[in-house]
C-alpha cells in the first residue's frame, strides 16, 4: 500500500486514504492539473467516501466510484472496520474499469 492521507468524518470520524502501488503509479502519470483534482477528491473521500458524486459501482458492490472532472475516475474501496478508503485505480474514463482487482 502507499500513499496515506487522513480526513475527518462528516459525524467526527476520520478515514484514511491509502493508494494502492497501481493507483499511485497511475496518478503520477497523470496530467499535473489532474494530479491536483483528485488531490481535491482524496480529502472529500476522507472526510466523507459516500458523499453526493460517488456511486457504487454496478456488479461490484465492494467498490466505488467518482468522476474527476469529465474524463478521470477514482475507483476505491470502503473499509469501515479500519476507517479506510482504498484508492485501488485512478484513470482516464475509458481505460479505468479495465483490469479492476478481485
Known amino acids: ?3 496515506d492521507q487522513g480526513g475527518t468524518g ?18 503520477r502519470e497523470l496530467p499535473s492539473q489532474i494530479q491536483k ?4 477528491w482524496v480529502d472529500l473521500l476522507a472526510e466523507n ?6 456511486r457504487q459501482l454496478e456488479g461490484r458492490p465492494e467498490l466505488r ?3 474527476v472532472g469529465k474524463d478521470y ?5 470502503i473499509h469501515e472496520e ?6 485501488v485505480r485512478v484513470g482516464h474514463r ?5 483490469r479492476l482487482p478481485d
Open 65 to 67: 466510484r467518482v468522476h
Open 73 to 77: 475516475v477514482i475507483v476505491y474501496m
Open 1 to 3: 500500500m502507499g500513499k
Open 94 to 98: 475509458k481505460e479505468v474499469y479495465r
Open 10 to 27: 462528516a459525524v467526527g470520524r476520520s478515514y484514511h486514504v491509502q493508494f494502492t502501488r497501481k493507483a499511485e503509479q497511475e496518478l
Open 49 to 54: 467516501p459516500r458523499r453526493t458524486g460517488t
Open 37 to 40: 483534482r483528485v488531490g481535491r
Open 82 to 87: 479500519e476507517i479506510l478508503v482504498l484508492v
